[in-house]
Each structure stands twice: as structure tokens, then as C-alpha cells.
């Protein structure tokens, strides 16, 4: 049974940064691509960035290029958003999913599996 875990969501000021970690189980970590979504109340979940199985390819959304970054550690099975200079327009739930092949798509149908999802909350 694949479970993603979410941790590292919080409240934070505009400007400030947090690191979201996901760590995963239950599936050959190191084959897939991974990525983050995130959910806003009332709006559509959006991408924000993915990472291919070795991490040597990453796609960004324009919204957070330059300010989130995306890793992963294989040998831990876990992958992490930097995110720096957060706006409040960045507030939403965040999730972490698994993805169906290697490489990093930015469609939600290139995700099979997802993680119950941390709350971003940005103060302005």
C-alpha cells in the first residue's frame, strides 16, 4: 500500500520561507517522478513543481519560479519544496503525489497516488 505523508506546513509571514517534506512508502520510490499541487478554498488544484525519478529534470508553475525549489533524497524516500519569499496568494493545502512514470508532467492524471495534504497560510 503506497502512503505519502506531508509535514512542514504552517503559518508564516509574507516573505518567509518553509520546507515541505513528503515521504514516501510502500512503492520503488527512486522510479517515479514526483511532484507538489496545491489547493486553494474555492479554486481548482493547481501544479507547483515536479521532479523526474533521479531528480535531474524539474518543472516549475511561473507562479513560483525562482522562489521554490524542488528535491529529493531516493535514499530516504522523501521529497521536499524550499519555498521562499512566500506571498499570500501561495496560501493553500499542498500535496505531495506520486507519479505514474519517470517523468515530471504537470497534469494531475500524471498522478496516481497522493498524500493527505499540509495547510500554507501566508500573512500579509
Known amino acids: 500500500q503506497v502512503q505519502l505523508v506531508e509535514s512542514g506546513g504552517g503559518l508564516v509571514q509574507a516573505g518567509g520561507s518553509l520546507r515541505l517534506s513528503c515521504a514516501a512508502s510502500?512503492?520503488?520510490?527512486?522510479?517515479?517522478?514526483m511532484s507538489w499541487f496545491r489547493q486553494a478554498p474555492g479554486k481548482e488544484r493547481e501544479f507547483v513543481a515536479a521532479?523526474?525519478?533521479?531528480?535531474?529534470?524539474?518543472n516549475y508553475a511561473k507562479s513560483v519560479k525562482g522562489r521554490f525549489t524542488i528535491s529529493r533524497d531516493n535514499a530516504k524516500n522523501t521529497v521536499y519544496l524550499q519555498m521562499n519569499s512566500l506571498k499570500p496568494e501561495d496560501t493553500a493545502i499542498y500535496y505531495c503525489?506520486?507519479?505514474?512514470?519517470?517523468?515530471?508532467?504537470?497534469?494531475?492524471?500524471?498522478?496516481?497516488?497522493w498524500g493527505q495534504g499540509t495547510q500554507v497560510t501566508v500573512s500579509s
Open positions: 521532479i523526474s525519478w533521479s531528480g535531474g529534470i524539474t
Open positions: 510502500g512503492r520503488a520510490f527512486h522510479i517515479y517522478a
Open positions: 503525489a506520486m507519479g505514474r512514470g519517470t517523468l515530471p508532467g504537470t497534469r494531475t492524471d500524471d498522478y496516481d497516488y
